[in-house]
Nanobody
Framework: QVQFVESGVGLVQAGGSLRLSCAAT????????MGWYRQGPGKQREWVAG???????KYSDFVKGRFTISRDNAKNMLFLQMNSLEPEDTAVYYC??????????????WGQGTQVTVSS
């Protein structure tokens, strides 16, 4: 089973940028569609962005054009480049495999997440 460790804790002002990383342990990382998710204060966890094994990507409407997801299969790493950050992006960010072909499936194994705080 693949497990994940997120990193890239950051405090940034609105309009700034951060890059999050997710390190996968175990084998077969390159066989999984991967997603970034987040949970803001007082909010439900939500899907942010996803990348398939062929490196095609999808984004939620609220980050499209600002965030970029990428992966490095040779290093078992997943990344999220976040630009033009807004206070509403403040959340704990998680990486996870996609389950059942559905980005909105919140089941499966979660890491500890990494905190992103955007000040206004």
């Amino acid at each position: 089973q693949v497990q994940f460790v997120e990193s890239g804790v950051g405090l940034v002002q609105a309009g700034g940028s951060l890059r999050l990383s997710c390190a996968a342990t175990g084998s077969m990382f390159n066989f999984y569609a991967m997603g970034w998710y987040r949970q803001g204060p007082g909010k439900q966890r939500e899907w942010v962005a996803g990348i398939l094994t062929d490196n095609s990507t999808k984004y939620s409407d609220f980050v499209k054009g600002r965030f970029t997801i990428s992966r490095d299969n040779a290093k078992n790493m997943l990344f999220l480049q976040m630009n033009s950050l807004e206070p509403e992006d403040t959340a704990v960010y998680y990486c996870k495999t996609r389950l059942g072909g559905n980005w909105l499936n919140m089941g499966g194994s979660w890491g500890q997440g990494t905190q992103v705080t955007v000040s206004s």
